[in-house]
């Protein structure tokens, strides 16, 4: 029998990966007046609705969909969080 599960899929580069857009963004927040920002990392946040047998199952589904699709396993990370 199936389960209906919820995937949040948070997907970040690497803390060694440069990051331009989080760059921009720290430049942008620093003009608008927030010069506190250390800094800012750009990411992706998926949200996955599936069945599976159990939670297991479910997490190699999902693992395998960020390895081929969601993220670059190069240059990012990702984490699963099923609710």
Known sequence: MHQKYQARIYVTLRPSVLDPAGTAVQSGLAHMGYPDVESVRIGKYIEVNLSATDETAA????????????????IENYRIELV
């Open 59 to 74: 997490h190699q589904q999902l693992d395998r969909m960020c390895d081929q699709l969601f993220a670059n396993p190069v």
